[in-house]
């Protein structure tokens, strides 16, 4: 050890023994749940003060623990100084966290992909993130401990992809329940605080650009659509046009006298919204950013910060998608085919944060702006072998998801009494308007004519077909808690707390079939999509004098709308809870968190008529329920350095909206319809766990855990194969069982007695492992409840007992190993990713179940900071999959394979710079 370091560790010593006060931060340590038992001093880093003195230990003696900023309901969690110990090993529940140098070290770009580092966590399709292989349903996302509503129709939580890692503080993850969390908690709960009080005035811009081998600089395909589709905007064009409109809000069926079918005919055939055109050379991705913040003293003991971010981001990917479906249980082929898409996203989004800092008070005000669009261009063909047919498939569409938060949080403290109060507002909106589908058959045993030319006669699939859907969702949540803490004694601190909170959905889906009716001319139906709903052509159809003259038809055209007995429905969730906690310390180096926490939650789901009224379809919910949910966690110190922790609690599930509405929506990400099941129930959730952590120098750590989970009535996607799509549904399963372990391990190498160039560097090492495994147990006349498929049946049709769950992967490993300056910005992160296959979906009809197999993604990071005219900058480069590994999803006899959505995902590669003033 050098002299200069071993002075400086025996000024710390010293200082510790004469100023206790100075040596340390004594801020009031709080738990997940509120605040704790006062923090004491830790005999373990004592340990390592004295040991760097002797010069016996690795631990440089400058290291501290970075103060995480986190906020959370009923407390924050607050680590300060060189001898306190870091959140992991301090909460009284089991978490992870990822501070803003975590998130740094991974280079992700969204907060859902630098989530899949941390143990147990893995992402399926966009930013939707399972714990412990159970899906999003079972997981709980907050941002400064206030929920959120999610803009993803088939998705209860906001998917975590649309959250910049710039605008994040800290993501803390908590796998083990206590009572002032809500009390949907099946898998855990995620936790994202936003930056709120810079420490100092600050300016950051920064810039980037990627680009992947499979799409840039590649063919690709796209259509026109508006001016600002850069921007993530729609000038107007997609929006109906004024006939249109007027039929939507008349409240009118499409055959009612007075609708002008010919009139909103000619409006939607824009050749703009319609046109797939190719792309020689698709351009690289950009993004770009602007982040300030600024501080100030204010009162006697105050501060008052302001942080703004901005950024904006343009990024296109191909996929080459092989697509196919069985016609039985031994996979023989019914439909075969691929399709090649590209998908162009833009991702906006700004945030506005006002904090105060008063004394120990804290205040935060937040405000955040996420939109994030998608303008798919798709190209498939199809061979249907049943009918001998070949289709081909052309599909546009535009799909905007936006997110609008305001929120409050106060956090006050009165010395043994804390108060904590949030309150915020969110909206998300979906649109996607003007989705269209052109279908163009031929005959695979064309007998003459025009039998082997592709035409599109909009016969409603007898031959071709064309229809175009507009939808759009609206979700309003209003959030209200309170928290109040007290210290009573040394052992014993308690907290009780109350939440309201009110989610009200609306959702609207309107689809057209556009028909010829008559006698169409074959040759018209080989005309491309824009002439074939020309203005000429619409009008031709409606002139039987030109017809006749002609000597075609006679024809015309009709409108059918597939949407007209459910073209919306109205959802709402109030949930009215409380709950009491108590932190208990009765011995000496044994604690206990124990709270109950009760709800009373009123979920119902209302279908509403062209009129905009509830239409009393039977396709109605209504969910009364109220539960008690307990929740302990036991933790003991075994030794400085190794503590166990026990943990048992019951929480629930409630359904999706999207699953409970049945209306079909198509995701493009899955290339899938989804449609819901108004007969499902809660899903209730036993839960327990047992974990030893032991920690040891330069924040090294080793963890392992053993997990179970009872679970009532879990909810399961299933899918059916019909008419050149897959159509997926939701049903609720008799019980599941999942079950599993997880180890984790942190090694920090300082690494500065190789030499003085070495002198500020650390090797980093960061592993972990999750084993999880899972039954759904069916039994005799166990039965589940499928209105649109005859309502109660027997389970068995739906699902195999010991089957796993949908999501659950056996084995999720993660591995990071790097080099790191502690005196400046500089890494080289390798990262291993794995996850074994996966069930995403059942299948009916005794097939196999379609399965995705993630396997190993290996990526590589490298940031490196300088200065240049006297602003700091930092130049970052990522290599992502490096081993080119493919998307693959898929069902298997075990002798015979077919895939269902499996494609190319190519290497990418990125440089970005930013600099702070």
Do not use: C
């Amino acid at each position: 050890m050098s002299t200069g370091k071993q002075l400086t560790a025996l000024l710390l010593l010293t200082t510790a023994l004469t100023v206790p006060g100075a040596a340390f931060a004594q801020d009031a340590g709080v738990g997940t749940g509120a605040e704790g038992v006062p923090a004491q001093e830790d005999p373990a880093t004592d340990a390592v003060v004295a040991q760097q003195v002797e010069g016996i230990d690795e631990t440089p003696a400058e290291e501290e623990y970075e103060e995480p900023e986190i906020s959370v309901p009923g407390g924050a969690i607050v680590v300060t100084g060189r001898r306190r110990q870091d959140v992991t090993r301090a909460s009284s529940q089991v978490v992870s966290v990822l501070d803003s140098a975590s998130i740094a070290r991974t280079g992700e770009g969204d907060i859902a992909g630098a989530l899949t580092r941390v143990t147990g966590l893995s992402t399926v399709g966009n930013g939707l993130v399972y714990v412990r292989g159970l899906g999003d349903r079972y997981s709980l996302a907050l941002l400064n401990g206030l929920p959120l509503p999610s803009p993803q129709p088939l998705s209860r939580v906001v998917p975590l992809d649309i959250f910049p890692t710039s605008i994040i503080a800290s993501s803390m993850v908590q796998k083990t329940y206590s009572a002032n969390f809500p009390g949907e908690f099946g898998g855990g709960v995620i936790n994202l605080t936003t930056r709120a009080v810079p420490e100092e005035s600050f300016l950051k811009v920064s810039a980037g650009i990627s680009g992947d081998t499979e799409t840039t600089f590649g063919t690709g395909y796209t259509y026109y659509g508006s001016d600002y589709d850069w921007f993530g905007f729609d000038d107007g064009r997609r929006e109906p046009g004024p006939a249109l409109q007027s039929f939507l809000d008349s409240g009118q069926a499409m055959t009612d006298p007075g609708v002008d079918q010919q009139a909103i005919l000619t409006e939607l055939g824009d050749p703009n919204l319609i046109l797939l055109q190719s792309i020689d050379k698709l351009p690289a991705n950009w993004s770009a950013g602007i982040t300030a913040g600024t501080s100030f003293d204010v009162f006697s003991d105050g501060r008052f910060g302001v942080i703004a971010t901005a950024s904006l981001s343009n990024k296109y990917r191909n996929r080459f998608i092989t697509r196919q479906s069985a016609l039985n249980g031994d996979l023989d082929l019914d439909q075969t085919g691929s399709q090649f898409q590209t998908d162009q996203r833009i991702l906006a989004n700004a945030m506005l944060g006002l904090g105060l800092e008063v004394g120990e008070h804290r205040f935060r005000l937040t405000n955040l702006f996420i939109r994030d669009s998608l303008k798919r261009s798709s190209l498939a063909q199809i061979d249907d072998l049943t009918d001998d047919d070949d289709d081909l498939f052309q599909n546009t569409g535009w799909y905007e998801r936006q997110l609008i938060d305001s929120q409050f949080v106060g956090e006050l403290e009165f010395g043994d009494l804390s108060i904590d109060m949030r309150a915020g507002y969110a909206q998300t909106q979906r649109e996607a308007p003007n989705e269209w589908e052109f279908v163009y058959s031929r005959d695979l045993n064309p007998s003459g004519g025009l039998d082997d030319i592709y035409l599109n006669l909009q016969n409603g699939g007898q031959r071709g077909r064309t229809t175009v859907a507009f939808s759009d969702l609206t979700e309003d949540l209003y959030y209200g808690g309170l928290d109040v803490s007290y210290q009573l004694a040394n052992w014993l601190g308690v907290t009780v707390g109350g939440a309201y909170t009110d989610t009200s959905r609306l959702s609207r889906r309107r689809e057209f079939d556009i028909r010829t009716t008559g006698s169409y001319p074959l040759v018209f139906g080989a005309f491309r999509p824009d002439n074939l709903l020309g203005d000429a052509l619409i009008a031709l159809g409606y002139d039987s004098a030109a017809q006749a003259a002609a000597g075609i038809g006679p024809f015309s055209y009709t409108i059918i709308e597939t949407t007209a007995a459910d073209p919306a429905f109205s959802a709402g969730l109030e949930i009215k809870a409380g709950y009491a906690q108590a932190r208990i310390e009765p011995v000496t180096d044994i604690s206990l968190d124990l709270g109950v926490r009760y709800e009373d939650a009123q979920q119902e789901v209302v279908p509403l008529g062209l009129d905009g009224l509830p239409s009393g379809s039977a396709n109605a919910t209504l969910l009364n329920n109220d539960y008690w949910l307990p929740a302990a966690t036991m933790t003991i110190q075994i030794s400085d350095s190794l503590q166990a922790r026990l943990n048992a609690s019951k929480t629930i599930a409630r359904p999706q909206f999207r699953e409970l509405i049945l209306q079909s929506y198509y995701d493009p990400e899955t290339n899938r319809q989804f449609t819901g099941n108004p007969g499902l129930v809660d899903s209730e959730l036993t839960n327990y766990e047992a974990r030893l952590e032991y920690y040891w120098g330069s924040a090294s750590k080793l963890s392992a855990a053993g997990f179970f989970k009872d679970i009532k009535n879990p909810i399961e996607v299933f899918s059916s194969f019909n008419d050149n799509s897959v159509i997926s549904r939701f049903a609720n399963a008799p019980s599941a069982m999942l079950y599993g372990a997880e180890v984790e391990v942190q090694w920090n190498k300082d690494l500065y007695d190789l030499g003085e160039w070495w002198d500020s560097k650390r090797f980093v090492a960061i592993a972990n492992y999750t084993y999880t495994q899972s039954d759904i147990s069916v039994q005799s006349g166990d039965l589940v409840n499928v209105p649109e498929l005859g309502g109660l049946q027997a389970a068995t049709n739906f699902f195999a007992d010991g089957t796993s769950l949908t999501g659950q992967s056996d084995h999720i490993a993660n591995v990071q190993l790097g080099l790191e300056d502690l005196d400046r910005v500089s890494q080289f992160t390798f990262l291993f990713n794995y996850g074994s296959k996966r069930v995403i979906s059942r299948s009916t009809l005794s097939r196999p179940d379609i399965l995705e197999n993630p396997g190993l993604t290996i990526d590589f990071v490298a940031r490196q900071g300088f200065t240049l005219a006297g602003a700091d900058l930092e130049v970052k480069f990522e290599a992502r999959n490096l081993t080119g590994r493919d998307h693959f999803e898929y069902q298997t006899t075990g002798t015979t394979r077919i895939e269902n959505n499996s494609y190319d995902v190519g290497r990418s590669f990125s440089v970005s710079v930013s600099a702070e003033f």
